[in-house]
């Protein structure tokens, strides 16, 4: 089975701080995703990477950068946290090709607060 | 960018009764996905439909493509509390590697 491992559940940090959050999948998928999920916004996309340290910004990439240095591994940065990041966050993988095969594979979030 | 409207946003029912809920759109999608979301867990997806007019079978869910290719929907006989989670439908966009999430309708089945 894909497993796609983020490494918090949860995060509390304070506004200001530097804030990781790590994701690592293990079925060599080139695509990787990172999404934030509010109520009654559905999941919104930050960023996606298509190849070691390769990025493309997603819908909502303001407040955030990303790193991917590694093929199983996806950062998501948050420069400076601030109360309005507060949210879950959900890491993401897939294969390469995309249409009708595009199936992405998620791990179990990282409900992160910022106080 | 593509958008998906769910409907309804919430839905409360008893164990036993039928549900609908509906995923739609003004623009043509090549395919629709449908996820599950349950507590404290990420999406996991449920189906793939491809073809305008498709109907697939998951056990007691039912899943349609309609034939413009521009909606889709989820019908769940004989619901169980096992069903509770958050459905959400997605479909490619962008690169076709990306996929755009509706909202989601989050379902509870009460026992």
């Known amino acids: 089975d894909v497993k796609v491992t983020q490494s918090s559940r949860y995060l509390v940090k304070r506004t200001g701080e530097k804030v990781f959050l790590e994701c690592v999948q293990d079925m060599d998928h080139e695509n990787m995703f990172w999404y934030r999920q509010d109520p009654g916004l559905g999941l919104r996309l930050i960023y996606f990477?298509?190849?070691?340290?390769?990025?493309e910004k997603g819908d909502i990439p303001e407040g955030y950068s990303v790193s991917r240095e590694k093929k199983e591994r996806f950062s998501l940065i948050l420069e400076s946290a601030s109360t309005n990041q507060t949210s879950m966050y959900l890491c993401a993988s897939s294969f390469l090709r995309g249409g009708s095969k595009n199936i992405q594979y998620f791990g179990a979030g990282t409900r992160l607060s910022v106080l | 960018t593509q958008l998906l409207e769910q409907s309804p946003q919430f839905l409360s029912i008893q164990e036993g009764e039928n549900l609908t809920v509906y995923c739609n759109s003004s623009s043509v999608f090549s395919s629709l996905q449908w996820y599950r979301q349950e507590p404290g867990e990420g999406p996991v997806l449920l189906v793939t439909v491809v073809t305008g007019g498709e109907v697939k079978k998951l056990k007691r869910l039912t899943f349609q493509f309609g034939d413009a290719r521009k909606d889709s929907s989820l019908h769940i006989t004989a619901a169980q509390p096992g069903d509770t989670g958050l459905y959400l439908c997605a479909g490619p966009s962008g690169s076709a590697r990306q996929l755009t999430f509706g909202s989601g309708t989050q379902l509870t089945v009460l026992p």
């Open positions: 990477s298509y190849d070691v340290k390769m990025k």
